[in-house]
């Protein structure tokens, strides 16, 4: 089993920031796909941002354009989401998924397409 770890939610007001991380300890994909998902209470898990190694292409939900920022660490393999200018609507829990190989374009906004992920972690906005 592929362990996945996120880390850094927490408690903010609207406008201010978080910096999401995520890992994979012990494990190489070099043509790894990775994602983040949200799940806010009564609502479906969906897709915020991805990153794919092999290619080092990014998505972003249109929701989040130009406020969230992927970014990566090779040295590390970690992956890190950039969370500025929070809103309330943000608010739910964020989880890293992974995929062993380079997902189609297509795939890497689907919650199906990966096998592997993390616990989740809380992201609060209040306004």
């Known amino acids: 089993q592929v362990h996945v770890e996120e880390s850094g939610g927490g408690l903010v007001q609207a406008g201010e920031s978080l910096r999401l991380s995520c890992a994979v300890p012990?494990?190489?994909?070099?043509?790894?796909?990775m994602a983040w998902f949200r799940q806010a209470p009564g609502k479906e898990r969906e897709f915020v941002a991805h990153?794919?190694?092999?290619?080092?292409?990014?998505g972003y939900a249109d929701s989040v354009k130009g406020r969230f920022t992927v970014s990566k660490d090779a040295a590390k393999n970690m992956v890190y989401l950039q969370m500025n200018n929070l809103k309330p609507e943000d608010t739910a829990v964020y989880y890293c998924?992974?995929?062993?190989?380079?997902?189609?374009?297509?795939?890497?906004?689907?919650?199906?397409?990966?096998?592997?992920w993390g616990q989740g972690t809380q992201v609060t906005v209040s306004s």
């Open positions: 012990g494990r190489t994909f070099s043509g790894r796909t």
């Open positions: 990153f794919t190694w092999s290619d080092g292409g990014t």
């Open positions: 998924a992974v995929h062993s190989l380079r997902l189609a374009l297509s795939a890497r906004r689907t919650p199906s397409a990966f096998a592997y």
